[in-house]
């Protein structure tokens, strides 16, 4: 019993050690893994140029020229659509205006708090504009630094690939280092279809949204759409998100009710397509983690690294379980994050989806 007790607490000592020092080392180590699992979705692309006999170096540079080209073409698209939706911008604050007044009543004839109260507290809490200007270029400066970052990562980690392989390769003795190579391309592999998968699925949104946001007649609902799609790079609370926008900025658009309710049940319509259709077709069972400890990872993601955290967790929490599922030691984790195995009776659909899945994805052999 006390060998036991010793050991639950140096397991918990260890993780509360890695979790500080994953914290604490953010400013170094955030850039540093979106770069890595950025570099294994242009792995693919970089190993076909240098196939067809493109210099490594010229096909690194490439591959940083496309991630920037896409880049910037949202951008451009979202800059273009955000110039549109600031044309009605006097309409807005006044509709806004309008909202404060009534909630303002609302307070006044039920909580009986006088409006010059109400006005003075909303007063105080603002902050100042210079106080303002500060946070905003602090955190633009910020952004810019990481992003230069992590684009030079990207280019290294994929240029330096096989070196750093070799080195990994050398902590195995040479009987397992086929063992060894499975693993590392395992790794690999699971976050570059993961990155895959959300790409194909915040494209499928796009259509969707646009589709039914259109038809349903929401203004600027290019925009929306985009919005929508893009937050899906936040699970579970990013889509919720989009659309509680899209619903707040139509609503002060001045949006009937119909048209309010019609935004909720394209939501509503999308989520079951996504669930039932997309994400078997798209995501399939490349990331096996239950959902428990899928949402453990985003909660423990957003406390470490915050908005970054919660777009690696669901990767890295699938690289570490590809690793424990190699390791003897490590195996009972592993099979406590993966899916949990269920003997029931699968659908004639999720066969049918299934099969095609497995038909149209490729098989491809470990690199030496």
Excluded at 178 to 198: F, W
Excluded at 309 to 336: N, Q, T
Excluded at 346 to 355: C, P
Aim: proline share 4%.
């Amino acid at each position: 019993m006390t060998t036991t007790s010793s050991s639950v607490i140096k397991i918990l000592l260890i993780l509360f050690l890695v979790f500080a020092g994953l914290h604490f080392a953010k400013n170094f180590l955030m850039p540093l893994t979106i770069g890595a699992v950025l570099a294994t979705l242009f792995l693919p692309f970089c190993k076909w140029m240098e196939e067809k006999k493109v210099p490594k170096a010229l096909a690194v540079l490439i591959c940083g020229f496309v991630l920037l080209l896409v880049l910037s073409g949202i951008a451009a698209l979202l800059g273009w659509q955000i110039s549109e939706l600031t044309n009605d911008i006097a309409i807005l604050k006044q509709r806004a205006v309008e909202a404060a007044n009534r909630i303002q009543e609302y307070i006044f004839y039920n909580l009986d708090i006088p409006m010059e109260r109400q006005s003075q507290i909303l007063k105080d809490e603002q902050p100042s504009v210079s106080g303002i200007v500060q946070i905003v270029a602090g955190s633009l400066a910020f952004v810019f630094t990481n992003f230069i970052l992590t684009l030079v990562y990207i280019l290294g980690l994929l240029y330096y690939r096989d070196h750093i392989k070799h080195f990994l390769l050398k902590f195995s003795p040479p009987s397992q280092r086929n063992e060894m190579k499975k693993v590392i391309y395992r790794v690999a592999h699971v976050s570059q279809q993961y990155l895959l998968g959300l790409s194909k699925m915040i494209i499928c949104l796009w259509i969707m949204y646009g589709i039914g946001f259109s038809i349903i007649g929401v203004k600027n609902w290019l925009f929306f759409a985009i919005l929508c799609g893009l937050l899906e790079i936040v699970p579970f609370i990013g889509n919720i998100t989009g659309t509680t926008i899209t619903i707040l900025v139509s609503a002060i658009q001045g949006a009937s009710l119909p048209m309010l309710a019609g935004i909720m049940g394209t939501y509503g319509l999308i989520q079951f397509i996504q669930g039932w259709v997309l994400e078997p077709l798209i995501v399939g069972s490349q990331v096996k983690i239950n959902p428990l400890f899928t949402i453990i990872a985003l909660v423990v993601g957003e406390l470490v690294w915050g908005i970054p955290g919660i777009f690696l967790a669901i990767p890295l929490i699938a690289m570490l379980k590809i690793v424990c599922d190699h390791i003897e030691s490590l195996k009972p984790y592993g099979f406590l994050i993966g899916e949990v195995v269920r003997r029931k009776k699968e659908t004639e659909f999720h066969r049918k989806i299934k099969s095609w899945y497995k038909k149209n994805e490729a098989s491809v052999i470990i690199r030496k």
